[in-house]
């Protein structure tokens, strides 16, 4: 006959808890990178007063901005970079509020990096010291990326002011527009960080955009 006692194993529910915890939690990560997605495209500072206000093409209102931002004294030049995607009204704008020799253009750019390179060789060359980015709302995460690494080490001071679109940051997902703009940003940011840019991102981006949505 056996004397020894009988010991009774607790059933251990701990991994279980912390297993439906886990999902939990990554769950609400994901519905969190989800919802401020948008918002998290959006780079917009105070300006300061600078050196030179760079505006990049390709979309409505940065060239309005980058005006204001002269009309209120934070800058008295202006840079188009790339500036082949400037309409010739937007240009003409530019020519009646700033001087001539105050106005510089870039017609070699094809990317936003290459904008930012031609801004930084641009102002060691000038001896310039601070910068207003001007660019759209939705675009600005990636334009500070690009520039950042652009300048980085140079000790040059940049200031990111983004001008307002119909893209919706904070209910991105609500409209077709906004859906759009922000698959591609985070397409192209993606590109960018690993080195794809200009007219390759660009393919990149429609061979994608051909092969899940047509």
């Known amino acids: 006959m056996n004397n020894n006692p009988v010991v009774l194993k607790k059933k251990n529910t701990l991994p279980y808890i912390n297993r439906k915890r886990l999902l939990i939690a990554i769950g609400l990560l994901i519905l969190s990178a989800f919802l401020y997605a948008g918002r998290w495209l959006i780079v917009d500072q105070e300006p300061q007063t600078a050196d030179v206000i760079f505006v990049l093409s390709g979309a409505d209102g940065r060239v309005e901005e980058a005006l204001a931002l002269v009309d209120k004294g934070f800058s008295d030049s202006i840079v ?17 509020k700033v001087v001539s020799n105050n106005i510089y253009t870039d017609y ?4 936003t990096l290459a904008s930012a390179e031609f801004s930084k060789d641009l102002m060691e060359e000038q001896n310039l010291s601070s910068a207003l980015i001007v660019s ?3 675009h600005m995460r990636r334009t500070k990326l690009n520039y950042d690494r652009a300048f980085q080490g140079s000790g040059i001071e940049l200031i990111y002011i983004s001008t307002e679109s119909s893209y919706l940051p904070l209910r991105w997902w609500t409209d077709k527009y906004s859906i759009g703009v922000t698959g591609s940003e985070y397409i192209k940011l993606i590109g960018n960080f690993v080195g794809i840019h200009g007219a390759l991102a660009k393919r990149k981006l429609y061979e994608f955009d051909n092969y899940f949505f047509s």
Do not use: M, P, Q
């Not at 995607?85 to 530019?94: Q, T």
């Not at 070699?108 to 990317?111: G, L």
């Open 80 to 96: 188009l970079t790339n500036t082949r995607g400037f309409r010739d009204s937007e240009i003409a704008r530019v020519t009646r």
């Open 136 to 138: 759209s709302d939705y």
């Open 108 to 111: 070699e750019s094809t990317s």
